[in-house]
Each structure stands twice: as structure tokens, then as C-alpha cells.
């Protein structure tokens, strides 16, 4: 593979990805060990799977460009969840974004049908108790974990999770 990105710019260098991912065997396997997870995160924020799609694309390249020396796997997952995050809210905020019309099709994604209630609920929730939400119930962290993550104290992510279950259950009594 070759990991070249040749500018138009004179100005620019050449910018070429670090050595460990010369490997498009490496990459690939980066891939499909993280792409399940960082598409739910992803969906939850943007509803759409094209801008997903897009937001994950743009994770690999930074992994491949920008990623510091991980010491364990997790930390490198991590890192890739923070990068979608930061990604998405990124491009909730652009200014193509704003006149957006909120998520359809989200059915397709989720194979049982309370999966799919769960989901769109937990989608209209506030991105702060979105997040920890889905990175506490859907992906399996520990609050402490969390906490690293978004850069945040623990307690501040245990009273996110406490609000976000609050109004989770609000819609979930609406329904009823």
C-alpha cells in the first residue's frame, strides 16, 4: 500500500504515514477489529450511514498519520473512540449540517426491535449523556475508563449516567 499523499502545494511536504502502517494487512486488520464499534458510536451522533461511513474513513487516515506509539491495544481503542467523538461533533457542528433533517433508517442497523426503541432513544438524548451512555452500556467501559476517555472526573461521568438513565427512562414511560 502505498501510504504517499503527494500535494499539489509546493509549499507542503510530502507527508507519509509511520512505518508500522506500511502494512495494508495491519491496517485492514485495524479495521475490522474497531469498525463495528466506532460505526455505533458514530450512527449514534449522526444517524446518517454516509456521514458514518465518512467520520470512519477519516479515523483510519488519523490512525494511519497522526496516532502516537500505543503501549497496549486498549489505548489504542481508546484513542479511536475519542477521535470518533470528536469527529462527529465536529461534523454535527459544520455548517452543511445545521439544516440537517434528523436520522431515518435507522432500523436497518440494529437487529432486534428493542435495539432499535433503545437506540432512537438514546440517540435523542443530550450528546453528554449520549456518549457516556453508549460508552458504558453499548461498547462495556468502567466509569473510571470513561472518565480517561472524555477527560472527565469519575463522578461527572457516574452523574451522566444517572441523568441519561433518568431521561432514558422518562421516554421509555412516555411510550408506555
Not at 502545494?9 to 510530502?14: A, R
Not at 449514534?44 to 502516537?68: T, W
Not at 426503541?117 to 438514546?122: A, G, L, N, T, Y
Request: one cysteine or more; aromatic letters at 10%; proline letters at 2%.
Amino acid at each position: 500500500m502505498n501510504c504517499l499523499i503527494s500535494e499539489r502545494s509546493n509549499e507542503m511536504e510530502n507527508v507519509q504515514c509511520a512505518e508500522q502502517w506500511i502494512s495494508e494487512e495491519l491496517i485492514l486488520e485495524k479495521y475490522s477489529l474497531y469498525k463495528n464499534i466506532l460505526f455505533q458510536i458514530a450512527i449514534s451522533y449522526l444517524g446518517n450511514k454516509y456521514d458514518c461511513e465518512d467520520v470512519i474513513q477519516e479515523v483510519f487516515i488519523r490512525l494511519c498519520y497522526h496516532a502516537p506509539e500505543f503501549e497496549h491495544d486498549e489505548n489504542e481503542k481508546r484513542w479511536l473512540i475519542r477521535i470518533t467523538i470528536n469527529l462527529c461533533k465536529n461534523h454535527v457542528k459544520s455548517f452543511w449540517n445545521r439544516m440537517k433533517v434528523p436520522i431515518d433508517g435507522l432500523e436497518e442497523y440494529f437487529s432486534q426491535d428493542e435495539d432499535k426503541e433503545i437506540m432512537s432513544d438514546i440517540i435523542r438524548l443530550p450528546a453528554k449523556y449520549k456518549t457516556t451512555i453508549l460508552l458504558h452500556y453499548i461498547v462495556g467501559y468502567k466509569i473510571s475508563e470513561i472518565s480517561e476517555i472524555l477527560s472527565l472526573t469519575e463522578s461527572a461521568v457516574k452523574m451522566r449516567l444517572k441523568r441519561g438513565r433518568e431521561l432514558l427512562r422518562v421516554e421509555l414511560e412516555d411510550v408506555k
